[in-house]
């Protein structure tokens, strides 16, 4: 204890305390083993060390040594492996950097760095109870500064403390019913879903609605004083890491069932989402990714979603809107997918997939891409079972084999697609695609769009560019100021007519319906050489930029 007390650099609470435990020694019920253990304890330099930590971690903000620059450090560090990636074949310390970023000893401490920053301290210590009672309540008083985020009821909306409020069915309480990761009220930890709300300063609320809740709020000013009865028991709000990629438009404005407008997160088709919590089984907390602000906001579930879906669906048929019975009733229901980044690997490229309506221009802007760079740019060699003709050679063309093995290879799964014509098997087997991406090509590829279900899988790892149709009058115009040949005669002996562009167009509204939540770019294609130009842009990027794919194709 003379050495502990003589170390200035000690901590001088263990040091009170070690002092406290040796005067009353003597009057502890314990036996030499134990006290000598809780003194080792007390003098250990890891504990020690600990305490140290935990003391500057409190002092955060107040000494400006230790005052966070940033809370983000996670985020930025994406922004940087983003920045860096397409030159790490250029520069040597931009290489360096990129693999330094994504080293999981590099990643914890960015993420432990944060959440200091936040003051996200887990696991949180519960709160001391208060002894009462038995016939009394447990109350807690929170103080929290008014600030502009929501607060609602059932009915109306007042943007003050990012929670919502409820009246509990049961009990006609007024309820705390969600609190909004980010929020004032999340990062209190003062406030959880379930406490009752029984004061809003000094204001009884028993017997009041939301609203009359919300008329209290409204008119305070800076610090809100609410009496709660503590909940039963806490819910667990630490975030989720889950990142989805949205298949839908949303805004909070125009849903008339959301349980706080002002709550809502507003978000287009294709945008990425970071879900923090999916606890409620209708209302998701989400943030886009990217977004530097703190508090999440509330969109639909998956389950709220496809629900939705199916109902609208289910009236359109009953009023006739649908009447085709085609793949139009038969697609699944695109809500949102789980995703996760997806960096460039050297030596080993995406393969190009080009889909779209026939007489669209997909195997010309194919054609054009692959006599760009011949070394480059290559694609697969179909296979076939009609019998090798003079002057072909097996592999060429073709790869030549019997039926009965291009049928047992078919049921086996091995082909992305396949086909007969006049009387001759054709395909495109997975295992050539997969061929020429292991021998460093680019594979290019025009399938059919029922091949996506075969073709978009972690093995192959696909970038899905539809090639889309324009207008009726553009696409007319064009394709005869082009003198286009018409692919729906065998020949290509004549123009388009307008019933083969009508169709052209219906066939692509069909295939972006059915498939459109799979496709990671679109091109229209109204003038040929500036989609050409926009295709040879994009399969530039994903050689070089990070994307977002389905999280299985990284796990």
Not at 209 to 226: A, C, H, M, R, W
């Amino acid at each position: 204890m003379t050495a502990v007390m003589a170390n200035g650099n000690w901590d001088p609470a263990l040091s009170r305390l070690l002092v406290s435990l040796e005067e009353v020694r003597q009057q502890l019920p314990s036996s030499e083993e134990e006290f000598g253990f809780l003194s080792g304890l007390l003098q250990s330099r890891e504990l020690n060390a600990l305490v140290q930590v935990h003391n500057k971690i409190l002092s955060n903000g107040k000494d400006e040594k230790f005052h966070p620059m940033l809370s983000n450090a996670m985020q930025v560090a994406l922004e940087v492996l983003d920045v860096v990636s397409p030159r790490t074949t250029l520069h040597g310390d931009c290489k360096e950097i990129f693999f330094l970023l994504q080293k999981p000893h590099m990643q914890g401490l960015l993420c432990a760095h944060d959440a200091i920053a936040q003051k996200d301290y887990f696991p949180r210590l519960p709160e001391i109870p208060v002894e009462v009672d038995e016939d009394e309540e447990t109350i807690k008083i929170v103080q929290l500064v008014k600030s502009n985020e929501p607060l609602s009821g059932a009915q109306s909306v007042e943007p003050i403390v990012g929670a919502t409020i409820k009246t509990d069915e049961e009990t006609g309480k007024i309820v705390i019913a969600r609190i909004m990761h980010g929020g004032a009220a999340d990062r209190s930890g003062l406030i959880h879903v379930g406490d009752e709300v029984c004061e809003v300063n000094g204001i009884n609320v028993e017997g009041k609605t939301p609203n009359d809740v919300l008329k209290i709020l409204q008119s305070s000013e800076g610090t809100i004083t609410f009496k709660l009865v503590p909940a039963d028991s806490k819910i667990n709000l630490r975030e989720s890491k889950v990142r989805v990629r949205a298949y839908f438009d949303y805004s909070a404005t125009d849903d008339p069932y959301i349980p706080c407008k002002e709550a809502g997160l507003d978000f287009k088709n294709g945008d990425v989402l970071h879900i923090v919590s999916q606890d409620d089984a209708y209302w998701w907390q989400a943030r886009r990714e990217g977004d530097r602000n703190m508090r999440a906001g509330l969109i639909p579930s998956r389950a709220l979603q496809e629900r939705r879906i199916i109902h609208e669906r289910t009236a359109k048929d009953k009023t006739g809107e649908e009447a085709e019975n085609d793949d139009f009733d038969r697609e699944e229901i695109a809500t949102y997918e789980e995703v996760a980044r997806l960096y460039p690997r050297p030596g080993l490229h995406r393969p190009i997939a080009l889909v779209g309506p026939p007489g669209v221009g997909r195997n010309e802007l194919k054609r054009r891409l692959l006599a760009l760079d011949p070394e480059k740019y290559k694609t697969t060699i179909p296979y076939t079972s009609r019998p090798i003709r003079p002057g072909e050679i097996n592999g060429k063309e073709y790869y030549f084999v019997t039926r009965e093995k291009m049928e047992e290879d078919v049921e086996a799964g091995k082909f992305i697609e396949f086909g007969e014509y006049k009387g001759n098997l054709y395909g495109t087997s997975a295992e050539s695609v997969e061929s020429l991406v292991n021998a460093g090509y680019v594979c290019i590829l025009n399938p059919h769009y029922q091949a996506l279900k075969m073709l978009r899988i972690p093995q192959l790892k696909p970038y899905i560019i539809y090639i889309k149709p324009p207008s009726f009058e553009v696409l007319k115009e064009t394709r005869h100021e082009a003198f286009a040949r018409s692919t729906f005669d065998e020949n290509n002996s004549r123009g388009f007519t307008d019933e083969e562009f009508l169709e052209i167009i219906h066939s692509g509204e069909r295939i972006e319906f059915l498939y459109g939540h799979w496709f990671d770019e679109t091109i229209v294609n109204a003038d040929l050489s500036n989609a050409f130009e926009q295709l040879v842009r994009a399969v530039a990027k994903v050689e070089t930029e990070p994307l977002w794919v389905p999280a299985s194709w990284v796990q």
